[in-house]
């Protein structure tokens, strides 16, 4: 398959992810443990997108980091593998990073 | 007839506020995906077309990440997958929050990210919820793309957003809507618990994986704090004891 038809394939299961939740019926969200989950869940998923774009990519690179800066020498090539950030805003930062590191 | 009075509703209403302000920083990010998404390969329609059909930011980084990392377009597919699992979690807090109908349902689905999510559920009043989902879901849309674009076409010479010192924006935007609800005790409760399991969770599993590892957290505790206090209104709502 092409990198078009790979692109609209990932843009699909992506847009299915998210329409998945919207097709679940109303007496299923009608159960009063979903009522609690859900009025209770909204704190805890703010903490955690706060804590992993804050600390978490920091964390594990930091970690990462730290046997390259005891042994010196050129940066090491851009690892794409470990994409540990998760909100917009750290994974712009690291992309930014590796951007740079590529380029200058 | 005058919009007057409509116009200024939504200039006090904070989750309009906080929408826009959410959009702003997180959109102008666009400009590094859309930069680094051409270095990895890929064209500027397809960098386009990512932000515009996948849009979740997480996932279109995984993906580009991949290809230019040299993985194959089935390796940035699954990574891109796995990372948008969330999103399936956002769309039944959505769906039970907002209840959309008709053509509202699959536009709902698709403005479901991290930012229209957090922006309706940090709302306590349904009007509240629904203008904050419409703000920042339309508001990020709208400039991600711009941005991208221009990232796409401009490329490196427009230089970095993280020295225009708005990196720590969207990060201030999400703790300003978790604030609020602090103040009581049940969710600081499962704030703490939620933020310790993905700090502790980062290092050892892959990303988009400690959110979910903190939902389920969040969701057991809620239900423990409910069985110790039930509500009168849903008690009466189920034959189950409560």
């Known amino acids: 398959m092409s990198l078009w038809g790979w692109v609209v394939a990932a843009c699909g299961i992506a847009y299915a992810t998210k329409l998945a939740g919207y097709l679940l019926p109303d007496a299923w969200l009608d159960r009063p443990w979903v009522a609690t989950v859900s009025s209770g869940m909204p704190a805890g998923l703010l903490a955690s997108l706060v804590g992993v774009n804050t600390l978490g990519s920091g964390v594990s690179r930091v970690v990462d980091a730290l046997p390259r800066l005891a042994v010196g020498g050129p940066p090491p090539r851009p690892d794409y593998s470990g994409w540990r950030p998760m909100g917009p805003t750290s994974e712009a930062r690291y992309s930014c990073e590796l951007y740079r590191s590529r380029v200058v | ?242």
């Open chain 2, 1 to 242: 007839v005058t919009l007057q009075p409509a116009a200024d509703a939504l200039r006090a209403s904070p989750a309009v506020r906080m929408g826009l302000s959410i959009a702003a920083a997180v959109g102008v990010y666009g400009v590094s995906f859309g930069a680094l998404s051409v270095t990895a390969g890929l064209s500027v329609p397809q960098t386009c077309a990512l932000s515009a059909l996948m849009f979740t930011g997480g996932s279109q980084f995984a993906f580009i990440g991949v290809v230019g990392g040299g993985g194959t377009l089935a390796a940035a597919t699954t990574a891109a997958s796995l990372l948008g699992v969330r999103n399936a979690l956002y769309g039944v807090q959505l769906n039970a929050m907002l209840r959309p109908r008709g053509w509202r349902r699959p536009v709902h689905a698709h403005l479901t990210i991290d930012e229209s999510m957090a922006t309706a559920g940090a709302q306590d009043d349904p009007v509240e919820q629904r203008r904050g989902f419409w703000t920042a879901g339309v508001g990020v849309w709208l400039l991600w793309n711009l941005f991208t674009l221009v990232g796409a076409v401009v490329g490196s010479s427009i230089g970095d957003p993280a020295a225009w010192g708005l990196d720590g924006a969207a990060v201030a935007a999400f703790l300003g809507l978790l604030w609020p609800r602090l103040r009581a005790r049940d969710p600081l409760v499962v704030a703490v618990a939620a933020a310790f399991v993905t700090l502790v969770a980062v290092p050892f599993v892959p990303a988009g994986v400690p959110i979910i590892i903190a939902a389920a957290v969040s969701a057991a505790i809620a239900v423990a704090q409910h069985r110790g206090r039930p509500a009168p209104r849903e008690a009466g709502m189920s034959g189950r004891p409560a």
